[in-house]
């Protein structure tokens, strides 16, 4: 089965600093989805991102699909974008309907004051 | 607007006890939904999802059993538990026609 890597497992940083995160995946996928799992748990959506750039304020995300990578960019950081930054894909070249998720494990961030 | 609800958010239940949690999500028809769980510390795995009303699949064997009696409604079910179950169980759903999935705020498991 298909294999997503997440990069660095862990990430430790001061308020205002900038960070790069790092998705690989091993095959050709049609959906790709970040998530923020915040300290209570709760997955919350960032970015449905297939391909392409986009933006949403400090957030930006970047998807090459052709070299099978994405990365989730994070500007200016602040202590509440502390937790658990989730990649997930859907393999194939095309939606089959059933959208199923596979998830990398994780890249740990903490952000200090 | 869409939402989707789990229920109970904890539970705390002994060795070979039965276990049902419930997902229902408001505001969108014909839905997937999607059971995954989470190891401490680790990635989210796909249990079950289902396309409509009855229709189940399973993607792990295991203990666990999914149901889908109304179109909106999932629930996850255990006849006997086992230590092994425990864990952060979160219940997910795509709109009809979407590609994103949403996640609900999940159900802590702890089998003692």
């Known amino acids: 089965g298909i294999q997503v890597e997440q990069s660095p497992p862990d990430l430790i940083l001061q308020e205002g600093a900038n960070s790069t995160l790092r998705c690989n995946f091993s095959?050709?996928?049609?959906?790709l989805q970040w998530f923020h799992q915040n300290p209570w748990g709760q997955l919350i959506n960032l970015f449905y991102i297939p391909s392409g750039t986009k933006q949403n304020g400090r957030l930006s995300a970047t998807t090459v699909a052709t070299e099978r990578y994405s990365l989730l960019y994070i500007s200016s950081s602040q202590t509440t974008d502390s937790g658990v930054y989730f990649c997930?894909?859907?393999?194939?070249?095309?939606?089959?309907?059933?959208?199923?998720?596979?998830f990398g494990a994780g890249t740990r961030l903490a952000v200090h004051p | 607007s869409q939402t989707i609800h789990q229920w109970p958010a904890t539970l705390v239940q002994p060795v070979g006890s039965p276990l049902s949690l419930e997902c229902t999500v408001e505001g969108t028809s014909n839905p997937n939904l999607y059971w995954y769980r989470q190891a401490a510390g680790r990635g989210l795995q796909l249990l079950f999802y289902s396309v409509g009303i009855g229709q189940i699949s399973s993607e792990v064997p295991q203990n666990l059993s999914a149901s889908r009696p109304q179109d909106r409604q999932f629930i996850l079910s255990s006849k006997k538990l086992l230590l092994s179950d425990s864990g952060f169980y979160l219940c997910a759903y795509l709109p009809d026609r979407a590609y994103e999935q949403y996640f609900g705020p999940g159900t802590r498991l702890t089998v003692t």
């Open positions: 095959d050709s996928v049609n959906n």
């Open positions: 997930a894909v859907t393999p194939g070249l095309f939606s089959g309907g059933y959208n199923k998720l596979i």
